[in-house]
Structure formats: C-alpha cells, structure tokens
C-alpha cells in the first residue's frame, strides 16, 4: 500500500479499482490548491495599475470564474519581451481543484484615471489627428458633429484628452473613418 508524499486532492485517477498494477505505473495525481498559481505577462503600462494584494479572476474553458489575488509582481521587465511576470493566486478551498490540462484565462480589472478630473480616455482610433488641430465627433441632435480636442497624453491603445464637451455629451468611438459631419447617427445604447 502507497501512501501520496504530499496532502492534497487527487485530480486524476489513471487506474480503477481491483485493476493489477506494475512497479513504478502512475496510479493517481495529487494536487495541493493551495500552491496553485498563474503567471502572465503585462506591459509597463498595465503593470502600474496592479499591486500585491489586488484582486482578479481566473475563467476555465467552461466559463466558470475562479477568485483570485496578485501574489506576485517583478519589479524589472524581462529584458527581451519588455513585459512584467504578474503572478495570481486562485482562492479554492480545500475541496476546490483545477482540473489538469483545463485552459485558463486571467482576468485583471484595472481602472485608469485621467490627469484632469474633466478629461476623458478614449481609444486612438476615435481621434482625428492632423497638421493643424485634433477631433472628435460628437452626436448633436442625431448628426455627427465635429468638435477640437487637445491630446494631453498617449496611453498604449488609447488616449487623454481635453474637451469643453459637457459629461453627458455622446461621443463617436467607432466608424469615425467612415463619418462626414452633418450625417445623421443612430445611437446605440
């Protein structure tokens, strides 16, 4: 009779029982949960909106979420992808396991704020840029409205900007390519 090296949940059986076995053969795979951990790369970017202790989730393949905590961050980028190793930690409990060979995705929130209380963050691709100024549209009464726009930083995909436009002012994100001022827009909600 074998007894596991290590407590743990056994998250794969290879034999039944009664079957005969040989010396050596895998009978079973025991995990420990509460070493589990998932590591991931993120730019310098990314990485300075996450901290040791932050929250995040973890879905399987089967669309379930999992829990987790950032128990890990490298101060230094690897020096050949520029990216940072943040490492999660699932919270299962001690019935709780991963299955072997399932693919999982990391999920971190993070919340970027702008430099200006009255600035706002939109993707690149919705900004007009040219020699002479920078523009957005806007919906004003169902058309498209072109409207200035100073570009205060650049982060990553997207960009801060700032505006006169009043907070609840509709702002053209996709199609822009696509848009003349004075055609009429739908909305969608």
């Known amino acids: 009779q074998n007894v596991s090296p290590i407590d743990g949940i056994v998250v794969k059986k290879s034999v039944n029982d009664g079957e005969t076995v040989s010396a050596g053969q895998e009978l ?6 509460g070493l589990v951990r998932m590591e991931f790369f993120v730019d310098e970017e990314n990485v300075r909106y996450m901290g040791i202790g932050g929250k995040a989730e973890i879905r399987d393949n089967s669309g379930n979420l999992i829990s987790a905590t950032i128990s890990a961050l490298t ?3 690897d020096s050949q992808s520029k990216r940072f190793s943040v490492e999660i930690k699932p919270e299962l409990s001690n019935e709780e396991s991963l299955p072997l060979g ?6 971190v929130k993070i919340k970027k704020s702008t430099l200006q209380k009255e600035n ?10 040219n020699q002479n100024d920078n523009t957005i549209y806007t919906i004003s009464d169902g058309k498209a409205k072109k409207e200035k726009i100073s ?16 907070p609840d002012a509709y702002i053209v994100i996709a199609g822009t390519k696509n848009i003349k001022e004075g055609e009429d827009v739908v909305v969608n909600k």
Do not use: D, Y
């Open 102 to 107: 399932t693919i999982m995705t990391a999920i």
């Open 120 to 129: 706002v963050i939109l993707p690149l691709s919705a900004i007009e840029v």
């Open 28 to 33: 079973a795979i025991v995990s420990q949960p």
């Open 75 to 77: 101060p230094l980028a």
């Open 151 to 166: 570009i205060e930083r650049v982060i990553g995909e997207a960009a801060e900007i700032k505006t006169s436009l009043s």
